[in-house]
């Protein structure tokens, strides 16, 4: 089939690898966002998935919205047979979605109806999940509603971070894209509405959602900041000034007020509202990531001084 692929972020990468590689399908242009600016010096850089589109000469189509007339004129003159999605982060109108003759083919992780929304993977470790996955689905205009054609499923690990679980999904989400363009193809491949039972919404976490209550359950504070890293990163306060955290260890039996800090030569042990959890990274605010240990040299915290 002729694909146009539309994705941003490195997530992408996988599935547009893969389709690049098939020998039953051909890319003929990439969709993604605008460059924007990143990095130190806030330079104008392309996204992940148009420098890889650049790289095997692929041409890159960059609308501000996928409903402007001009860009629905390019879609348009390309012939498109489906239009495989990952992780595109923009909203298409139903006159964009209406050029394919297949549609438009999702890869989202989760196993839905389950996380509908823009952060799946952050909400079902925040939520304590055991099991996540990816799903393909044809789109529609409501939010991750289409009907669904394929899933793979992943257990979540104890130490997963939302950068983790979504680096393992991106690999097997893509072989499960690859699949179900094959099934579409061949006429073999069914999508199937999903259930009505089950729903369950995944808003983007912001800066101020990962700030961390140290009034929690030890439990929460580690699925938070696992759900959180590497982004936004999940944060607390010290002195006035703000501290990333990274992922923490529950420390069964032991005991602390909330936020209290306990500083010793090679721990650091920060209480909850119920054990105490053991500090891995931290990144002071204007500053490099570094160990718990370092930086509680650097500060040396006082006998009663909490965080937060």
Excluded at 194 to 200: C, F, H, L, N, R
Excluded at 247 to 261: F, K, N, S, T, W
Aim: proline share 8%.
């Amino acid at each position: 089939m002729r694909l146009v692929f539309a994705g941003t972020p490195e997530t992408a990468l996988p599935s547009l690898r893969t389709l690049i590689d098939s020998p039953r399908h051909e890319v003929v242009a990439v969709i993604t966002r605008p460059d924007a600016q990143s990095g130190r010096g806030r330079k104008v850089h392309p996204s992940p998935v148009a420098a890889l589109a650049e790289e095997a000469g692929i041409e890159v189509l960059r609308p501000q919205k996928a409903g402007d007339p001009a860009f629905l004129d390019q879609l348009r003159a390309l012939e498109p047979d489906c239009c495989p999605v990952v992780a595109y982060g923009a909203l298409l109108p139903q006159s964009a979605l209406d050029v394919p003759r297949h549609g438009w083919i999702n890869l989202h992780f989760s196993v839905l109806p389950a996380w509908r929304g823009a952060a799946p993977v952050q909400h079902a470790i925040l939520h304590g999940d055991e099991i996540t996955g990816a799903t393909t689905f044809q789109i529609v205009k409501e939010l991750d509603a289409g009907p669904v054609y394929g899933v793979v499923t992943e257990e979540i690990r104890a130490t997963d971070t939302s950068g983790t679980l979504l680096e393992r999904l991106s690999v097997s989400g893509a072989g499960l894209l690859a699949a179900t363009l094959d099934g579409v193809e061949d006429g073999t491949l069914e999508a199937r509405p999903q259930p009505a039972d089950g729903v369950t919404i995944a808003p983007k976490i912001n800066v101020d959602d990962a700030r961390i209550d140290w009034a929690k359950p030890a439990m929460h504070v580690d699925r938070l900041v696992r759900a959180c890293t590497p982004n936004p990163g999940a944060w607390t306060e010290f002195r006035g000034r703000r501290v990333k955290v990274g992922p923490v260890r529950v420390v069964p039996g032991e005991r602390l007020a909330p936020g209290r800090i306990a500083a010793t030569k090679t721990t650091v042990l920060v209480g909850t509202a119920t054990h105490a959890v053991e500090l891995g990274e931290v990144q002071p605010q204007g500053k490099r990531l570094m160990g718990a240990g370092e930086w509680a040299r650097g500060v040396r915290p006082e006998g009663e001084e909490v965080f937060g």
